[in-house]
């Protein structure tokens, strides 16, 4: 009898559940016909960063709410406190349920996510990647903030740049799982290994993109390695982490510090001379990209295939290349003539 | 019939506070924190040679030196707060916040503001436990995610920045007198007063009672819930504190600072011989577990050790902990059974 109970309450559920999603995917066919008729578009966008509360994310997610608010859509952001693996699924599995035309994830695993996203696409929502991509087959289409060759190369010629082409340098990473931060060191260390020879590579540490421990393991680099010239963190919780340590330590000016940074976290450390010049993309158009991407996908204007243009507002036409990616830019360099003009 | 009472100490009071020294839990841990020191320093003299480095050595810990204490007089009434680490994220964020508002405010009034913060959590949690009868367990893991998730509702986007604390606020993160930085002689202080209370003040033996065996004390008439109200408003006082002091010196706070930081403290008062069962243990243990866990984090990547086998080491160390307080307690057990006999 009990067991009856439970799976008619079970089977209620699921059909309740397959109602729901039903009058959601008739609800979106309106929006479709109704957007087509007038100027109006209600395209529902939905981005799912790391974690939230990260300023990175923050300001994407502010330039993909500028995209959706241009396009007359709907834009909301979801997403866990704290960045791990499988942290991200729950959302995901809401964001379907509620049928969104787009969501725009950052992953956090390449793989741990694949099962939710596809069960998204199945049910008709467009994924689209930014910042850290997932497996290409469990997304649309991925926005690259720039390629990882253009991002290693950026922060090898700032290093060399600052410690005169020759010492030792360590890099701070985040995670020691995560997927861009690992790519950039591999090639980096091939741009060392084939342009720099008289630079070497003595360790590499993961402050996992929290501030005390990122702070700490720069203090221990520092301890452990006395010829220490400069530090290398490709993360912005990382390098503004280790800045504020240099800064109150005798290494200040003596060891070097770059990467990818905010202006907002590094302002005060350029001004106070810890820092030189570090480098970033703007997450601000990242995330403006990725909402149009997005919106391009869910409207049927492209479907992710290799030479797919589509128009992004004000950042003007952007092709889609190999294994459906997009491409924003270089990376912009940061130094105490500039930074005063950035915000974020 | 026989007697149970054991004969007064024959012993002078010199060699009998000699012998509660050599016989304490605490030295273990003492002589682990100097082993491991003296590895370091043997490997890399700059460890504690070095002027960052004494000042890392002694200034590192501060934080969790607080929390450490705060939550050993939670686990001594047979306890636990696992909120501290949430309040720690909102004192941090709410010290940016004044200072935003108001960047010539006297550091005081922040420290008392992160003080005052803590003390109102801490007696949210105290009145919980104590008048609704509820595990402090399921209580304080309930306000731990309500906390947090209250702190990233009203955070969100924002962070603090080095550049919204005021210079002389990040310097405070710093400085020295004769060497030894403020923050921790701070620590101290609270330990020491703390420790002093819970050793010798009427208030702290009841601590102890309690948690010792609750139902006796109530019998007996001790204020069970006044007490442990008392031990919660502490607890949260000093995790307030430490969030100004997290400020401080990483000069930046967001939704997630802090998190995690709750299960090094309950770590810090394992290591330190309180029973997490409550009725025994002494608050110099507990900070000195708290000085052992951040100083094995900072020696272990001098040592050669792998950091992805630090976790490994710290859990290492409280299982060992535990199992040292179980051999020491089946001693002393043989040890009085046997003085017994003996009478």
Wanted: glycine share 12%.
């Amino acid at each position: 009898m009990r067991i009856n109970s439970k799976r008619f309450a079970a089977g209620a559920a699921l059909a309740l559940v397959a109602t729901l999603g039903l009058a959601a995917c008739g609800s979106d066919d309106d929006g479709g016909s109704d957007g087509g008729g007038g100027g109006g578009d209600k395209t529902t966008v939905t981005f799912l960063p790391k974690n939230l509360g990260n300023p990175y994310f923050e300001t994407s997610d502010a330039g993909g709410k500028r995209a959706v608010e241009e396009f007359g859509g709907t834009f909301a952001e979801v997403g866990p406190d704290t960045a791990g693996p499988d942290a991200q699924v729950s959302y995901i599995d809401t964001a379907a349920a509620q049928g969104v035309n787009a969501l725009i994830v950052s992953a956090n695993d390449p793989t741990a996510l694949c099962d939710s996203l596809n069960a998204a696409r199945e049910a008709g929502t467009k994924v689209v990647t930014f910042d850290s991509d997932t497996d290409p087959e469990c997304r649309d289409l991925f926005i690259n903030q720039a390629t990882a060759e253009g991002i290693a190369k950026v922060q090898v010629d700032m290093i060399a740049e600052q410690i005169g082409d020759a010492g030792e340098i360590a890099i701070l990473s985040a995670a020691a799982n995560a997927t861009n931060q690992n790519a950039w060191i591999d090639l980096i260390k091939e741009d060392l290994a084939a342009n720099h020879p008289n630079i070497k590579l003595v360790d590499t540490v993961y402050g996992d993109d929290d501030d005390q421990t990122s702070f700490d393991k720069t203090a221990a680099l520092l301890a452990d390695h006395p010829n220490l010239k400069g530090i290398v963190s490709p993360t912005t919780v990382g390098i503004s982490a280790a800045a504020r340590y240099l800064s109150t330590s005798a290494s200040k000016g003596k060891v070097a510090l770059t990467g990818l940074g905010t202006p907002d976290q590094m302002r005060d450390y350029v001004k106070d001379g810890t820092v030189t010049e570090f480098a970033l993309w703007n997450p601000e158009e990242l995330g403006y990209l990725s909402a149009y991407a997005g919106k391009a996908l869910a409207d049927g204007d492209i479907t992710g295939a290799e030479g797919d243009t589509f128009e992004a507002g004000d950042l003007g036409e952007f092709t889609v290349g190999a294994d459906s990616t997009v491409l924003l830019g270089d990376p912009f360099r940061f130094n105490a003539d500039n930074i005063d003009e950035f915000h974020f | 019939m026989s007697t149970s009472t054991l004969a007064p100490s024959q012993e002078s009071p010199a060699t009998r506070a000699l012998h509660t020294v050599l016989r304490s839990r605490e030295l273990a841990i003492v002589i682990v924190l100097g082993l491991i020191i003296v590895l370091a320093t043997a490997r890399r003299s700059s460890f504690v040679l070095s002027a960052d480095g004494w000042r890392d050595t002694l200034l590192a810990p501060s934080i969790l030196l607080l929390l450490a204490v705060g939550q050993m007089v939670v686990v001594v009434t047979r306890n636990v707060d696992l909120s501290v680490g949430s309040t720690l994220g909102i004192t941090a964020y709410v010290t940016g916040k004044i200072f935003v508002a108001n960047p010539d405010i006297s550091v005081v009034v922040v420290f008392l503001a992160g003080l005052a913060v803590g003390a109102v959590i801490g007696a949210i949690n105290g009145v919980l436990v104590t008048l609704f009868k509820v595990p402090a367990l399921v209580i304080t893991l309930g306000t731990m995610y309500v906390l947090r998730g209250a702190l990233t509702h009203e955070v969100g986007s924002d962070r603090m920045n080095a550049q919204d604390y005021p210079a002389h606020f990040e310097r405070l993160g710093t400085q020295q007198v004769l060497t030894i930085p403020v923050l921790t002689i701070i620590a101290l202080v609270v330990v020491a007063a703390v420790g002093y209370y819970l050793h010798t003040a009427r208030g702290g033996r009841e601590l102890y009672a309690i948690g010792s065996d609750p139902d006796a004390a109530d019998l007996y008439g001790l204020p069970a819930g006044r007490r442990v109200l008392g031990a919660f408003v502490l607890c949260g006082a000093l995790a307030g504190l430490a969030g100004v002091f997290s400020a401080a010196r990483y000069a930046t706070a967001f939704s997630g600072t802090g998190s995690g930081i709750e299960l090094q403290a309950v770590a810090a008062v394992v290591i330190g011989g309180v029973a997490i069962f409550g009725g025994s243990g002494t608050v110099w243990g507990a900070a000195i577990g708290a000085f052992l866990l951040v100083t094995i984090n900072r020696a272990l990547p001098i040592l050669g050790i792998s950091e992805f086998w630090q976790g490994a080491v710290v859990g290492a160390l409280i299982i060992g902990s535990i199992v040292l307080d179980r051999v020491l307690s089946i001693r002393r057990t043989h040890q009085l059974v046997e003085a017994r006999d003996h009478a």
